[in-house]
């Protein structure tokens, strides 16, 4: 297990929102991402998760005034599952760019075929 304070996960998660290619940024819109330190009881080994209506399923009557969807990243799954810090870069940036394509609408089985499983 690393240790690593809730400030320094945040700042990784950050980095890893910052990595994203700008094409991709530019298309998101009203979803916030945030940092928890535990997954609900059920999924404890949940690293991350996306909550809202992917673009792909938003139809014309999608109210672009409704909360922001969420993406939340979990901070003791991932420093409990690395054995280094850079693993926790690694594992924290897969982690967001898997979250962020659900957001686009790529399913689980696309995002491991293409290797952000």
């Given amino acids: 297990m690393v240790e690593m304070?809730?400030?320094e996960f945040e700042l990784e998660v950050s980095d890893?929102?910052?990595q994203l290619p700008p094409q991709v940024v530019d298309h998101i819109d009203n979803v916030v991402v945030l940092v928890e330190d535990e997954p609900p009881t059920?999924?404890?080994d949940l690293l991350g998760i996306y909550d809202g209506i992917p673009l792909t399923e938003r139809?014309?009557?999608w109210d672009g005034g409704a909360l922001p969807d969420r993406i939340t990243i979990y901070r003791n799954p991932t420093l409990r599952m690395?054995?280094?810090v850079?693993?926790?870069v690694?594992?924290?940036l897969v982690t967001v760019v898997h979250e962020v394509a659900h957001y686009f609408g790529i399913d689980d089985d696309r995002l491991h075929e293409l290797?952000?499983?």
């Fill in 42 to 44: 059920e999924t404890p």
């Fill in 5 to 7: 304070t809730r400030e």
């Fill in 86 to 88: 850079e693993e926790v």
């Fill in 59 to 61: 139809g014309f009557m």
């Fill in 115 to 117: 290797g952000w499983g």
């Fill in 82 to 84: 690395c054995e280094s």
């Fill in 16 to 18: 890893a929102l910052d």
């Fill in 90 to 92: 690694e594992e924290v």
